[in-house]
């Protein structure tokens, strides 16, 4: 394809799916993992309960009843049957809550392994839908494969479509099973794409996930000298006490699980986004809007690592437009504000002109500055050249701002509520970027949530 070919759908369904599907596991695992603990934390106290109940029984209405450090023992008189079949309804009953509790201690474990399992199968999903377009917009990268075709073989089909199709198929399997190494450096051949470069952590902890879920798929998580092998000793050795050795068991605890979430949804967006600018060089204003409305999703979720590296990716591959690179900048600002590291950006936003620029983002510069004043006097005119109210209410810039005691005043006097459309589904975020917003406490500093720890 050349710079002149018209955008096409296919390449946006599959980036924005698996958007959706890293954002879906990771809401599964935020709601369930937590569910499934407490549970768990539950039914053991439950039986620890009944535990206690069944030793005062036994005490109570035993002859004798002698204690030798943390064990009891407890007589009873010959042929009391009543007295041992109450005791033995209560142990059995005991048991039955411990079995319970044991079930479900396994759940939290087992969730964690098969949302890891599942997440990495989303990043190779979307690895074969982009090698896939890639196969059907150059077929010509075909030519050696078909020569494998006789001509009985031929005759299977009933054109020349079907045949490519089936070719495309049966190569992109072939693709699919070769090693994540090798497949790395077909994407950096190919589309100049570097997983390595492209993940947040670097290759060697992105490697290591994938390794992961090869071990818990084909060897329940034991480590063999595979895993060792391939994950490497220089990665292995930066794990200090939790490096694993030969035969140890490895499981997906939830932090693990979390980051790799964070990690893969980083790496998958930016290679699908490279290999997309790959493949269709004019669809650049449709893969700014993309990620516009994926960052606009983190900072409304609180997500800042994820935020803030979308956002810097944007801006160092270049945008289609002014609006698109200033969106960026600002919710990149934002990221690190909250992140804790306010003073990396400071002296860019201080330098910023905001009044060569669209009142929006003036009015977005002046809440990360924490400037209220030169806020609420550039408000009026914000609003009166398009501003809408949902904007001002629901922008997670502007939140240093909605604390302000002016704020609801001058808003539902120059925006009233009754003025705005029923939603605001008219506004269409991958064709005008919003910018975004967080929280911090009064003095400008960042409170840090539990997002942070998520990723």
């Known amino acids: 394809m050349n710079d002149s070919d018209e955008p096409t759908q296919r390449q946006v369904d599959p980036l924005r799916a698996f958007w959706q599907n890293c954002s879906a596991l990771r809401q599964y695992a935020r709601l369930l993992l937590p569910y499934a603990a407490e549970t768990a934390k539950r039914d ?84 074969s839908d982009l090698m896939r377009m890639h196969l059907q917009l150059h077929p010509q990268a075909l030519s050696d494969d078909t020569k494998q075709f006789s001509v009985n073989d031929l005759k299977l089909y009933s054109d020349m479509l079907e045949l490519v199709n089936d070719v ?43 390794e992961r879920r090869n071990l818990l798929v084909h060897n329940d998580g034991l480590v063999n000298k595979i895993y060792l092998s391939k994950v490497g000793s220089d990665y292995l050795d930066s794990l200090g006490k939790d490096r694993p050795s030969l035969g140890d068991r490895l499981e997906v605890r939830a932090k693990y699980l979390y980051r790799a979430i964070y990690l893969l949804t980083a790496s998958g967006m930016k290679l699908g986004d490279t290999i997309w600018g790959s493949l269709a060089k004019a669809d650049l204003p449709k893969r700014d809007g993309l990620l516009a ?42 990221c690190m504000k909250r992140l804790g590291k306010f003073a990396e950006v400071r002296d860019a936003i201080e330098r910023f002109d905001a009044d060569a620029h669209a009142l929006r983002f003036a009015l977005a510069l002046s809440s ?52 705005e459309p029923a939603n605001n589904s008219e506004v269409d975020l991958a064709v005008q970027p919003s910018v975004g917003m967080g929280v911090s406490d009064s003095d400008g500093q960042t409170v840090v949530t539990d997002e942070i720890d998520l990723e």
């Open 44 to 127: 053991l106290d439950a039986a620890a309960q009944l535990g206690v109940e069944v030793q005062q029984f036994l005490e109570s209405h035993g002859t004798e009843v002698r204690r030798e450090g943390d064990k009891t023992s407890v007589t009873f008189e010959a042929g009391d049957q009543a007295t041992i079949h109450r005791i033995t309804e209560r142990l059995l009953n005991v048991q039955r809550a411990l079995r319970d509790a044991a079930y479900v201690a396994k759940v939290v474990p087992l969730l964690a392994r098969s949302a890891l399992i599942t997440l990495v199968s989303f990043f190779e999903l979307l690895e």
């Open 293 to 334: 409305e994926a960052v606009y999703e983190c900072l409304k979720g609180s997500r800042w690592r994820l935020g803030a590296d979308l956002s810097r990716f944007m801006l160092d591959r270049g945008t289609s437009s002014d609006t698109f690179e200033l969106t960026a900048t600002v919710n990149y600002w934002l």
């Open 368 to 419: 990360l500055r924490e400037d209220a004043d030169e806020f609420f006097r550039l408000l009026p005119q914000a609003v009166a050249t398009g501003v809408l109210r949902w904007e001002l209410v629901d922008w997670p810039v502007l939140e240093e701002m909605r604390k302000d005691p002016r704020f609801q005043t001058e808003v539902g006097r120059l925006a009233p509520a009754e003025d």
């Open 168 to 210: 495309i198929a049966k190569k992109v399997e072939t693709i699919s099973r070769d090693s994540l190494e090798n497949r790395a450096k077909l994407y950096e051949r190919l589309f100049k794409a570097t997983l390595g470069s492209l993940s947040p952590s670097g290759w060697p902890e992105f490697n290591e996930i994938f």
